[in-house]
């Protein structure tokens, strides 16, 4: 891989695709995740993409606290990390070369407002990082890596 790849999951898989962005084409196989899963949480820094949470459906529904890990520079399937503190789904994610933030997002019951975050660098479970104002039920996030305003 040459650098500026997005790496993405399939939906309701547990496939891992990469696009190359300084040239168009087609999605390629990346490789594969330890347990198929819709609506994950994903974030990454510059050497590690995260995926987190996620459920299954139809039929019967399951959360997941798992967290895995990929290698951006190189192919191959996904690796434990840790698990989140709180089963869910569809939060809102930012990150910062250190640090990843999961929040709010759709439990396996109604909404919730809590935040956990990660150490990109090293593997182990999330930990609460506080409460967001609202409980919600999904969304989206975005950051960038000054890590705090003065």
């Given at each position: 891989?040459?650098?500026?790849?997005?790496?993405?999951?399939?939906?309701?898989?547990?496939?891992?695709?990469?696009?190359?962005?300084?040239?168009?084409?087609?999605?390629?196989?990346?490789?594969?995740?330890?347990?198929?899963?819709?609506?994950?949480?994903?974030?990454?820094?510059?050497?590690?993409?995260?995926?987190?949470?996620?459920?299954?459906?139809?039929?019967?529904?399951?959360?997941?606290?798992?967290?895995?890990?990929?290698?951006?520079?190189?192919?191959?399937?996904?690796?434990?990390?840790?698990?989140?503190v709180e089963l869910k789904r569809a939060s809102y994610n930012g990150s910062?070369?250190?640090?990843?933030?999961?929040?709010?997002?759709?439990?396996?019951?109604?909404?919730?407002?809590?935040?956990?975050?990660?150490?990109?660098?090293?593997?182990?479970?999330?930990?609460?990082?506080?409460?967001?104002?609202?409980?919600?039920?999904?969304?989206?996030?975005?950051?960038?890596?000054?890590?705090?305003?003065?």
């Amino acid at each position: 891989m040459a650098g500026d790849e997005v790496v993405q999951m399939a939906n309701k898989t547990n496939v891992i695709e990469f696009v190359t962005i300084a040239t168009t084409g087609n999605a390629t196989d990346f490789g594969d995740l330890t347990q198929g899963r819709s609506s994950s949480n994903g974030l990454s820094n510059s050497t590690r993409g995260i995926i987190a949470g996620g459920y299954t459906f139809p039929g019967t529904t399951t959360y997941y606290n798992i967290i895995e890990f990929v290698t951006i520079a190189t192919t191959g399937n996904a690796t434990d990390f840790g698990d989140a503190v709180e089963l869910k789904r569809a939060s809102y994610n930012g990150s910062t070369p250190t640090r990843g933030v999961f929040a709010a997002g759709t439990p396996a019951s109604n909404a919730t407002n809590s935040i956990e975050f990660i150490t990109i660098a090293t593997t182990g479970n999330a930990k609460d990082f506080g409460d967001t104002r609202n409980a919600q039920r999904s969304g989206s996030g975005c950051s960038d890596s000054h890590g705090g305003l003065s």
